[in-house]
């Protein structure tokens, strides 16, 4: 059973920073590419961030130079650090990886359950 746990949200004024984690368990063969997505109350979840397994990134414009996104393949675990922080930034921040299982040769995509970032003007 693959599983993607997520962890760091918070609560953090404006200005702050976050880190995010997330690890991914379980039966794995190989995982391809990593990214953070969020979900404001109202609005379309949109992607934040991703990375490739050659560490190739990409980023939504609006946290270009603010957020970044890194992984350690070793551990299967993608990071998210944020900073300068905005009201706008509050949303569930959902942690995504395409990998394929030990037991099967076809890639799925997986989802965390999401964490809570709140940041306060």
């Known amino acids: 059973q693959v599983q993607l746990v997520e962890s760091g949200g918070g609560l953090v004024q404006a200005g702050g920073s976050l880190r995010l984690s997330c690890a991914a368990s379980g039966n794995i063969r190989s995982i391809y590419t990593m990214g953070w997505y969020r979900q404001a109350p109202g609005k379309q979840r949109e992607l934040v961030a991703r990375i490739t397994s050659g560490g190739s990134t990409n980023y939504a414009d609006s946290v270009k130079g603010r957020f970044t996104i890194s992984r350690d393949n070793a551990k299967n675990t993608v990071y998210l650090q944020m900073n300068s922080l905005k009201p706008e930034d509050t949303a569930v921040y959902y942690c995504?990886?395409?990998?394929?299982?030990?037991?099967?040769?076809?890639?799925?995509?997986?989802w965390g359950q999401g964490t809570q970032v709140t940041v306060s003007s």
């Open positions: 995504n990886a395409n990998l394929q299982p030990a037991s099967s040769p076809a890639r799925y995509n997986y």
